[in-house]
């Protein structure tokens, strides 16, 4: 199933509906035209070279006309962002949804990059992150942070320079966002069904490492690009969040929030509750 992103089209919120009206509009219209042709030219050379003249004209009119507005219609749809991003997705995984709404899933996957660096996409200033959010009715699990409510969402992201842990951390975004961190932040989000959130679980719960060539970025382009049809790249949060702008239905500045405290992975074991934050 194809789910748009919503967006502005040029002639409304239905193209092909309103390609037809104006495809019989147009006719319409020369056909009126036609018809003055032919009435003029009915008293200057009487009716049988004007009726011909006339039917070859609306035959050949309409072939043209069609033959121009296929062409519009194909430029359109070719052009077309939504379009796009939905012709990638054929199969229904990963389609996007709207922000502030979610789909049929059992959780939505939002990746964040926030970097303060302009120019140069090697900087490494920022940090990048993703959050899952349980948009079923039962519990779920994330990576290895199990009873996560419906309703309720989840941050992770790898770090290096706390002394706490090196690697990968639960909430510890969602608590920095809440003190008003990141505040440039850009993101994208898709819907995951049981069979991709098992798939992200496996990524993160093999995840619990930091190095300069192992990121934040480079995780949470990871985890996205498991299960995400349009993919990502960056291995800095400077480039990961340029390559997010050049997506169709990027957002600035999501707003979440996390109701659980601050956890840092133990490898492959249960989460630690952090004694800093």
Same mark, same amino acid.
């Given at each position: 199933?194809?789910?748009? $992103?919503?967006?502005?089209?040029?002639?409304?919120?239905?193209?092909?509906?309103?390609?037809?009206?104006?495809?019989?509009?147009?006719?319409?219209?020369? &056909? /009126?035209?036609?018809?003055?042709?032919?009435?003029?030219?009915?008293?200057?050379?009487?009716?049988?070279?004007?009726?011909?003249?006339?039917?070859?004209? $609306?035959?050949?009119?309409?072939?043209?006309?069609?033959?121009?507005?296929?062409?519009?219609?194909?430029?359109?749809?070719?052009? +077309?962002?939504?379009?796009?991003?939905?012709?990638?997705?054929?199969?229904?995984?990963?389609?996007?949804? +709207?922000? *502030?709404?979610?789909? !049929?899933?059992?959780? @939505?996957?939002?990746?964040?990059?926030?970097?303060?660096?302009?120019?140069?996409? %090697? +900087?490494? &200033?920022?940090?990048?992150?993703?959050?899952?959010?349980?948009?079923?009715?039962?519990?779920?699990?994330?990576?290895? %942070?199990?009873?996560?409510?419906?309703? /309720?969402?989840?941050?992770?992201? =790898?770090?290096?320079?706390?002394? *706490?842990?090196?690697?990968?951390?639960?909430?510890? *975004?969602?608590?920095?966002?809440?003190?008003?961190?990141? !505040?440039?932040?850009?993101?994208?989000?898709?819907?995951?069904?049981?069979?991709?959130?098992?798939?992200?679980?496996?990524?993160?719960? !093999?995840?619990?490492?930091?190095?300069?060539?192992?990121?934040?970025?480079?995780?949470?382009? /990871?985890?996205?690009?498991?299960?995400?049809? @349009?993919?990502?790249?960056?291995?800095?949060? =400077?480039?990961?969040? &340029? &390559?997010?702008? /050049?997506? %169709?239905?990027?957002?600035? !500045?999501?707003?979440?929030?996390?109701?659980?405290? $601050? #956890? #840092?992975?133990?490898? =492959?074991?249960?989460?630690?509750?952090?004694? $800093? #934050?």
């Amino acid at each position: 199933m194809l789910c748009f $992103v919503k967006g502005n089209y040029p002639f409304g919120s239905a193209p092909l509906g309103q390609f037809f009206f104006l495809n019989i509009l147009i006719i319409i219209i020369i &056909d /009126k035209i036609h018809f003055s042709i032919y009435i003029h030219t009915h008293n200057v050379y009487g009716n049988k070279i004007t009726f011909l003249y006339y039917l070859i004209g $609306v035959i050949e009119m309409r072939k043209c006309l069609f033959s121009l507005l296929f062409f519009v219609v194909t430029v359109y749809f070719a052009l +077309s962002p939504s379009f796009a991003s939905a012709a990638t997705n054929d199969s229904g995984e990963g389609k996007f949804i +709207s922000p *502030e709404s979610v789909g !049929n899933g059992v959780a @939505v996957l939002t990746i964040f990059a926030s970097s303060d660096a302009s120019g140069s996409s %090697f +900087s490494t &200033d920022g940090h990048a992150w993703i959050t899952v959010s349980n948009t079923s009715s039962s519990n779920i699990t994330v990576g290895k %942070f199990a009873g996560v409510a419906p309703g /309720k969402l989840v941050s992770l992201g =790898t770090w290096g320079n706390k002394s *706490e842990h090196t690697g990968l951390w639960y909430n510890l *975004e969602a608590l920095f966002v809440s003190q008003g961190a990141y !505040n440039n932040r850009v993101s994208l989000s898709i819907d995951l069904n049981a069979s991709q959130l098992s798939s992200i679980n496996s990524v993160i719960a !093999n995840s619990d490492t930091w190095s300069l060539t192992n990121n934040c970025a480079s995780f949470a382009t /990871k985890v996205w690009n498991t299960v995400a049809a @349009v993919k990502l790249s960056g291995s800095t949060p =400077t480039s990961l969040r &340029d &390559d997010i702008k /050049k997506k %169709f239905g990027y957002v600035t !500045n999501l707003s979440f929030s996390s109701s659980y405290a $601050v #956890y #840092y992975a133990n490898g =492959t074991g249960a989460p630690i509750r952090s004694k $800093v #934050y």
